[in-house]
C-alpha cells in the first residue's frame, strides 16, 4: 500500500445523506463541548487541572499542537516504510519488492486485516464480544484489493520515531496525572483508515478485566494517547459518547435500538490537525466509521495504566497470552519506556527530558542501542493487557 495512492471517494450508499447530516452535526458539537486546547502546566509543573477535570467528566480531551512538524515528517517516513513493508496479502511472506514482510516473523498479533470498509470485530464474538453490534459495511471501489491492513500492533519495534514520541514528555506527564507516577504501559498500535477503504471498528468499550471489581471507578481501565499524524476528521475518526466512562458495562446493542441506527445521537468526534494529540478513557463507549471520505488518518496509539490496575491482575489476553502480571513482568515490559525516554533525549537533547519515578526509585537505567532494538522483537508479547 502506498499513501500516494489516491482512491476516488465512495459513499454510505442509501445512508449517504443522514451520515452527511450526522458528520456535520457531530464537529460543531465536538468543538463546543469544551475538553480542547493546548496542553497547559501550573507553576509547580502539574497538568493543569481545568484539563483533568474536564478529561474526567466527558472521557476524553484533544490536546492541539503537541507534536512538532519535524517529528511529524520523521514519523511519516517511518510509516512509508512500514507500509511499503506489508505482505503483499494476508499470509504472504513477502511485501510488493519481494523482501521479507514486515510482521511475519512475529509470534505476538501484529496485522490485522480487514475487507475494505469492513467491520471485522463488530457483531462478533472476537475480543471478548465486546463489540455486539455490526457497523454498515459500505461497498468499496471495484479496484480496491480484498484486504487492508488497519491496525498494526507491537508498532514501536518498527519505527524509531513512534518510539520517540512514546518518550515525549507531554504524554508522560499526562501520563502519569492521569494514572500516577508509577503508571505502566500497556499496549501501542498504529490505526491506518484508508480513504475509501479503512476499516469501522464498532461501538465498544476498552477493557475486559476489572468491570465487577470492588476497585471498579471511572479510571480503572486506563487511558489510550491517539497522536493524530494527519489529523482527524468526523469521517475518518474515533467518535466517543461521552461520560460513558463512569456507567460501567453499557448495553451497546440496546442503545443503537433505541437510536434505531449505528449513528449514536450523543455521540461526538475526535476533531483534531496534524501533530494534535487525543485521548481517551478506555472505559469511555466509541468506535469509529468505515472511512469513505478522501482523507487518511493514521493514529499513533500508545496506552498506560495505572499500576494497581495490573499488580497482581491477570491479565485479559486480548493483546498478549493471559497471566497474572506480577513485578517482573510489569518491570521488562517497562523497559520500552526506558528506551523511549532515552532515544528522545539523544534525538532531541535540548528538551526536558522525562523522569520516570519507578526508574528513579529502582535505579534502573535504559539505554537505547543495537542490543535495546534487537531486543523489541516481539515485545508486545508482554503486553498489560486488561
Ligand atoms: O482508531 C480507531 O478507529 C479505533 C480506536 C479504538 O477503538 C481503540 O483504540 O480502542
Redesign the pocket.
Known sequence: MSLAASTPPVDYGEQEEQMRVYLRDGEDRAMSLGNRGPIRYTEDGSVHPTILAAYWRYGFYVFENVVSRTELIEIEADLKDILDRLPTERGSPVDASGRPALGVDCCAPTLFWSKPLGDPFGGTKLANGRHPVKMHEPVAAADAPNEVVYLILGSLQFSEACLRLYGHPDILRLAAAINGDDFVPFTD?L?I?EPGRGAS?AW?Q?GVTHWDSPDWDQGVHGV?F?TQLYGSTAAN??WVVPGTHKLGKVDIRARVREAGTERLPDAIPVIAKPGDLAI?N?QVL???FANTSPDL?V?V?N?FHRRSSVLGVEGGGLHAVAAVFDSDRIRERSRVLGYAIHARRQRFPDEDSYDYEPFRSSGEIHRWDAAAKASMHDYNLLDLSI
Open positions: 498500535a490505526f483508515k471498528v465498544h476498552d489510550n491517539m475518526g474515533v481517551t478506555r466509541h468506535g469509529s488518518r493514529t496509539n496506552g
